[in-house]
């Protein structure tokens, strides 16, 4: 690619990059030359027409800035109040405001202006997640004919919960300003085609590509994956004993953002389900969920910290025995170091979302085990991982039932059953590491149909 390459996304690295995405863009532009942008973490309101610079080695962070009430409403508002529980079937928790949409908009256009104002012929625009949805309409509006790719992280929303939003035809004309439209699943590929087919104003080509008015876009799943050799290195070297003489002896792993799509009062209702005469009380299981806090100034958020706060707080007064607490609810983040070693030590991996794009802690999971002696992941099937996991045992996390005797089977299940199953899931994550992500879009991005006419309006 000849131009500089713009990655855009809510999150801006700031020090030494972890997790997996920011890992992988901070990859590419490092093999690539360019620009990130992203939000400033600086609250600092002034200077919101400009690009700020966050540093230039080894290549350019530029941040925008938001107001206070940006914040609340771009980003609380209509990105995580509407957007977020559209895209994962909960339209009961959207939170209409015509503040939130105005900001989302508003916010959206300023950045493509500051963005146009900078942007060489040939560079080439990567826009990441349901932040930024209308951003490459208005880049059009605004001139620009350069390639701009988008990638969703969650999941393509189902075609009768888009009808929740404030004007639901916007989501397919705003996708359709991109060149290359990246989901995380086939699966997903298709509700959008779904989407597409059900609007008059599109238009499907012959090479699969769709036109709608003027654009031409493309549609295809590239499935995100993690840095698979990295962790197998961590894991390897990794304190798998932090316990101390508390070590647990039968240890089920979970660690989610705190989020009401990863599932969690399921999660902990079903481990209830196991203790209720499933499973030798001798055996002594412990859940053990590390709950990274997240979003805590939306009220359903906070709703769902308490509700698992009032499950755990059930399941220990009736379980616990002065020597063992079986369910470990650790509401904060631990390091990634002692994540990993913890997912090592761990029997299973325990993995419940009612929706979710990937779900990388599937694979880290997965790439943490000890290839001789490996443990068992435990895996919803509304999780994007679960498309090609088929090593992990597969669960409806709705059904209470399910979960518990696929972690009783887990728990059970012998050495050759254990190896073979995580072989074929290790097979899938490194087929899917994220630099082979990153790659195989950025080569399907340069491949697009360009850009020749311009979209009239934003
Ligand atoms: C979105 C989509 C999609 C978790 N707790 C701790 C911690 N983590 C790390 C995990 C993993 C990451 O956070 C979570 O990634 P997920 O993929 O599981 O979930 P989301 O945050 O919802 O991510 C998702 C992803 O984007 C990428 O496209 O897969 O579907 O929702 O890396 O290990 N890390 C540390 N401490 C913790 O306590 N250090």
Not at 189 to 206: C, G, K, Q, S
Not at 282 to 289: F, I
Not at 329 to 336: I, K, L
């Amino acid at each position: 690619m000849a131009g500089r390459l713009i990655v855009v996304s809510n999150r801006i690295p700031t020090g030494d990059p972890s997790g997996g995405l920011v890992v992988a863009l901070h990859d590419a532009l490092l093999a690539r030359g360019g620009t990130w942008i992203g939000a400033d973490p600086d609250p600092s309101e002034e200077g919101r027409d400009r690009l700020h610079d966050l540093g230039n080695v080894p290549y350019q962070k530029r941040a925008f800035r938001l107001s206070a009430a940006e914040r609340a409403n771009y980003y609380s508002g209509y990105a995580n109040s509407v957007l977020w529980p559209v895209c994962h079937r909960r339209t009961d928790l959207v939170e209409i405001r015509s503040e939130y949409r105005a900001d989302y908009l508003a916010v959206n256009l300023r950045l493509a202006r500051l963005i146009a104002k900078e942007l060489g012929p040939q560079d080439v625009i990567w826009v990441h997640d349901y932040h930024f949805l209308p951003l490459a309409t208005m880049l059009r509006s605004l001139g620009v004919t350069n390639r701009i790719g988008f990638f969703l992280h969650i999941p393509f929303p189902n075609i009768t919960d888009l009808d929740v939003l404030p004007r639901p035809k916007d989501f397919a004309r705003w996708l359709a300003g991109y060149n290359l439209v990246g989901l995380q699943t086939r699966r997903d590929v298709a509700r959008a085609f779904e989407m597409f087919r059900a609007d008059p104003r599109a238009e499907f080509l012959r090479d699969g590509t769709v036109k709608f008015e003027e654009n031409i876009v493309s549609v295809a799943s590239f499935p995100i994956g993690i840095d698979s050799e990295q962790i197998e290195g961590i894991a390897a070297r990794a304190d798998t004993g932090p316990f101390g003489a508390a070590d647990p002896r039968e240890l089920i792993i979970g660690a989610d953002r705190l989020d009401y799509s990863k599932g969690l009062p399921q999660k902990f209702e079903a481990f209830g389900r196991l203790l209720q005469g499933r499973i030798d009380p001798q055996a002594r299981p412990t859940l053990l969920q590390i709950a990274s806090p997240s979003r805590a100034d939306v009220a359903a958020y906070q709703q769902i910290t308490s509700e698992l706060q009032a499950i755990s707080g059930r399941i220990n007064g009736r379980y616990s025995e002065l020597d063992w607490q079986p369910l470990r609810f650790v509401h904060r983040s631990v390091d990634r170091e002692r994540l990993i070693g913890l997912m090592r030590r761990a029997e299973v991996g325990l993995v419940t979302p009612l929706a979710d794009g990937m779900n990388l802690v599937a694979k880290e999971f997965v790439a943490a085990q000890d290839p001789e002696d490996p443990g068992v992941l435990v895996l919803s099937r509304f999780a994007g991982a679960a498309e090609d996991m088929k090593g992990a045992l597969l669960i409806n996390p709705h059904d209470l039932d399910e979960t518990a005797g696929a972690v009783e089977l887990a728990l059970a299940m012998p050495l050759a059953e254990r190896k073979c199953r995580f072989e074929d899931c290790l097979q899938v994550v490194r087929d899917s590491r994220i630099s082979v992500w990153t790659d195989r879009y950025l080569a399907r991005l340069a491949s697009c149909v360009p850009t020749l006419s311009l979209a009239p309006r934003a």
